[in-house]
């Protein structure tokens, strides 16, 4: 739809891009960030709408006790590629796709460092996604470990578990050179003027997001070629008989899926420190304490990792460590969560839909915080891991926090992308359903974990059976309520009022001096940088 | 688009289909993988389909760059947008090599001694805490690889490559051509014999000493991490030949020659990460 969009305007706006191919080799072959970041926006979306399916199909299962609609081996597959997708297919590629659009805006540069490697980062995600969906239909099915895809049974795992791992090195290949390129981005071509403490606070954000996958992402590749290695060629990396360990896999996934946490969380504060200042109409309140509290998060993600590993085994010392060191992000998140309140704090506010998102974070996101310091505790943990109480504590880190910024981020620059304002009324609509759906679908669950209901188990004992119910109907109406995103992004780009350079009054930033929809070639000449535009 | 008459802008490369192709390439080499290693019929053929196209990306995607690169499309800011990609991506080698280098210290700081501790005496009752080891359960006696013979030589040849590449460079700077050409020709040679040596090892490994990816932790580590490191150097040894070829075609100025640092770069890690391996793989 975007591609008629452009087609439409290209005879108004100063676009070079007819010289270029067109038609789906206009896609195919794009070196333009926005382009790109278009692609990555519907690749999202529409992987979006795949975990989704799975994730229903695990809830339908959990409609009531006992086995109704999948085996158990098929329940494992829907639930680890749910994940799988989620993380590496949906969310993921909507905030590097959020950072191709915006990011070059921001700070006034012609496009990204690397155009065309840029390129090939997105067009890697098809061949992995194809990898990991089509593993469903090869002999012994998908991977069914779980995303932690923990030995000894990823080891036992038929085919389906190589056709994960390879996914996994070929994601990891394009976030490495996303990252590569946004880190270069940021800190070679940024308009002349514009210091990093002057940079939008998204940027930031990215920035120190980019380290972390460029740190973490190598670790995840040589963790899963252990793997490999393990299953076919006969080492014994994680086999006790040959003198490794499982745990060591444990400890080197985590030591990538910690930092993967704040990946995914980082990006969204960013989105929400853009938004939730444009509809206080304030500068974000201490820009330079957001800072420090991005560097310190994503410094310290990287010395928490066995936090997720307390029944293993491990040290009562190395236990009570991780603890302190996990409690101690809580003090940099609680400074950001702080500051956001107090941007709002006598500013004008109004609810338009990105700000409902941005403040459906906040308080969600807080939830999904403090129930994640409840599971720091050690004593507490080893009664609440592998619960429903982790899968509450995660989703509402996961969706309410990266979901719901990201949808934020949608509504908020969807004008700038398309030209045109979306309906207010729709998007309050989507709002409020999934506000309402996802608390429906996911508050119980902390029930059930606290009750002992265990995760990655298809059946469960009578007594869960209410709040089951309860969550299987609160993850339908979410599920559904989703599609509402579709139409009214096809309706902005269909029309709609149309949309001025600055949509939002109170909005500050460079990608608000360009016009609505924003041209194909921005910045070519490095803009002036005026400091009003300023985020600090 | 590009546009080469303002010299100034920031250099954005026309559309290009070489991104997609090098996607192919590696459907392509996971899919051929997947099928060869479950020993399903004709994943070779996919497995070097896959090469073949990745070979003609690399051809055409580098050859367009390097065209790029000599026509002068690339400003000083484009320069050092290279430079940074660069020394990210070898942080991010590091941080790989980081993965199997830990693999190693645990199991030699944990999950061996764990074995053999009193906790595990009633399931692998006898097993000694030393290193080498191949763990409980692997039999087959095996030779360790000693450091004092063909790594200490290896060593050596790494050493002086790294001091051949940095004379070459000094005499692409001085605009001595014929100090580079010969500085590059000898930092070649020596990664090819030392990847020549390694091979040597590895056939005297299996043949002789019985020492195997399957011979428990020390094989599993021994392998992956000499493994990884000699298909860097050979990665190394490439892209020096590439280089090489430029320098000989008259590419390269005293200024602006980022291509040979950043192959220098490389070259100077994968020095550093076997100065490692020496160390805590062959040595200790």
Known sequence: MQATQHAGHAGHDDDSHSHGPTGLMRWITTTNHKDIGTMYLWFSFVMFLVGGAMSLVIRAELLSPGLQYVSPEFYNQMLTLHALIMVFGAIMPAFVGFANWMIPLMIGAPDMAFARMNNWSFWLLPPAAILLTSSIFVPGGAAGTGWTLYPPLSIQMGMGMDMAIFAVHILGMSSIMGSINIITTILNMRAPGMTLMKMPMFCWTWLVTAFLLIASMPILAGAVTMLLTDRHFGTSFFNAAGGGDPVLFQHIFWFFGHPEVYIIALPAFGVVSHVIPAFSRKHLFGYTSMVYAIAAIGLISFFVWAHHMYVTGIPLTGQLYFMYATMLIAIPTGVKVFNWVTTMWRGSLSFETPMLFALGFLVLFTIGGLTGLVLAMTAVDIQLQDTYYVVAHFHYVMVAGALFSAYAGLYFWLPKWTGHMYNEGLGKLHFWLSMIFFNIAFFPQHFLGLAGMPRRIPDYAQQFADFNQISTIGSFGFGISQLLVLVVVFKAIKGGAKAEARPWDGARGLEWTVPSPAPHHTFEDPPAFDPAEAHA | ?284
């Open chain 2, 1 to 284: 688009m590009s546009h080469p008459a303002a010299a100034n802008r920031y250099f954005v490369p026309a559309p290009s289909h070489w991104p997609l192709v090098g996607s192919l390439a590696l459907l392509l080499l996971a899919s051929g993988a997947v099928l060869t290693m479950n020993s399903i019929a004709n994943g070779g053929f996919v497995l070097m389909g896959g090469f073949a196209v990745l070979a003609v990306m690399l051809f055409g995607w580098f050859g367009r760059v390097i065209g790029e690169a000599e026509s002068g499309s690339y400003n000083l800011q484009v320069d050092r947008s290279f430079r940074w990609a660069m020394a990210w991506f070898i942080f991010s080698e590091v941080m790989f090599f980081a993965a199997f280098f830990g693999a190693l210290f645990y199991v030699r700081v944990l999950s061996v001694p764990d074995l053999a501790s009193a906790d595990q005496a009633l399931l692998w009752d006898g097993f000694k805490n030393q290193w080498p080891s191949a763990g409980p359960a692997v039999k087959d006696p095996f030779t360790p690889m000693h450091a004092w013979g063909i790594p200490a030589i290896n060593t050596l040849l790494l050493l002086s490559s790294g001091v051949t590449v940095t004379w070459a460079h000094w005499g692409l700077i001085a605009n001595k051509r014929q100090q580079l050409i010969i500085g590059l020709a000898l930092t070649i040679l020596l990664g090819l014999v030392f990847i020549s040596l390694q091979a040597y090892e590895y056939g005297e490994a299996y043949s002789h000493l019985n020492l195997k990816m399957t011979t428990g932790v020390y094989g599993s580590t021994f392998y992956m991490l000499t493994g990884f490191h000699g298909f860097h150097v050979t990665l190394g040894a490439t892209m020096l030949i590439v280089i090489l070829l430029r320098t000989v075609k008259g590419h390269f100025t005293a200024e602006r020659h980022f291509a040979f640092e950043a192959v220098a770069w490389y070259w100077h890690f994968v020095d550093v990460v076997w100065l490692g391996l020496f160390v805590v793989v062959y040595w200790l």
